[in-house]
């Protein structure tokens, strides 16, 4: 995993598991790797991971069952989802806007560009 200096690497693993949920990599109820397997796999302290799973728990996207590990609430696809969209608005949106004034496009010019990406 290649991780960015922008933001903190317990929040870039717990992306990396968001958006494994996301794309049905793990289903609900399904156990996620252990805190030790994903450290090793993408060769960090299994502490980063651990935070990372702290707040994924935190935000009642996994669970902890003592003695066999973590699993995907049922819930997880909403939560995730009201979360990251609460992100885009805080963190994206501001810096959209202001890129569109900068360049002098008009919402409508977005949109109808967004709309010819077809994503």
């Known amino acids: 995993m290649e991780f960015h200096s922008q933001r903190a690497i ?13 794309e049905k990599k793990w289903a609900a109820d399904e ?8 450290a090793a796999s993408i060769e960090v302290n299994p502490n ?3 935070r990372a799973y702290t707040f994924l728990q935190d935000q009642g996207i996994i669970v902890n069952k003592r003695g066999i590990g973590f ?3 049922s819930d997880s696809v ?11 608005i805080v963190q994206e949106i501001p810096k959209i806007s ?5 360049l002098n496009l008009s919402f409508d ?5 967004l709309e010819a990406t077809k994503i």
């Not at 317990?10 to 996301?22: C, E, N, R, V």
């Not at 156990?31 to 994903?38: A, Q, T």
């Not at 909403?78 to 885009?88: G, H, T, Y």
């Open 10 to 22: 317990f929040f870039q693993i717990a992306d990396l598991l968001t958006d494994g949920i996301l």
């Open 31 to 38: 156990r996620v790797p252990s805190v030790r397997e994903l």
């Open 48 to 50: 980063t991971v651990m």
């Open 71 to 73: 699993f995907v609430t």
């Open 78 to 88: 909403s939560k995730i989802i009201e979360l990251k969209r609460a992100e885009f």
């Open 98 to 102: 202001r890129t569109l004034k900068l």
């Open 109 to 113: 010019e977005m949109k109808s560009l």
